[in-house]
Nanobody, 118 residues
Framework: QVQLVQSGGGKVQAGGSLTLSCAAS????????MGWYRQAPGKQRELVAA???????NYQDSVKGRFTISRDNAKNTVYLQMNSLKPEDTAVYYC????????????WGQGTQVTVSS
């Protein structure tokens, strides 16, 4: 089993910055992908950014140039630095870890609220 514990988030004015962290523990494979998703009220959960253990990243178009995903493999921790925040970034943010070969195993953090006021 894998546990993901998130920290960070909160309220900020438009143009501000926040950092999210997510620490993974348990049976973590050497090959995995960690990422951040978000879900706004009335909307589906969507991918924000993801990063492989080797450092390859993928971003949703709306956050490119504003958000940066990074990870510390020694700590099994993934970060999301969010700059130039906009009201439309308001959502519950979830950490995610996917690992496995053949069968993929999907794990989620507890979620954290990010609120950006105009």
């Amino acid at each position: 089993q894998v546990q993901l514990v998130q920290s960070g988030g909160g309220k900020v004015q438009a143009g501000g910055s926040l950092t999210l962290s997510c620490a993974a523990s348990g049976s973590i494979f050497s090959i995995n992908v960690m990422g951040w998703y978000r879900q706004a009220p009335g909307k589906q959960r969507e991918l924000v950014a993801a990063i492989t253990r080797g450092g390859r990243t993928n971003y949703q178009d709306s956050v490119k140039g504003r958000f940066t995903i990074s990870r510390d493999n020694a700590k099994n921790t993934v970060y999301l630095q969010m700059n130039s925040l906009k009201p439309e970034d308001t959502a519950v943010y979830y950490c995610n870890l996917v690992q496995g070969s053949g069968t993929l195993y999907d794990y989620w953090g507890q979620g954290t609220q990010v609120t950006v006021s105009s």
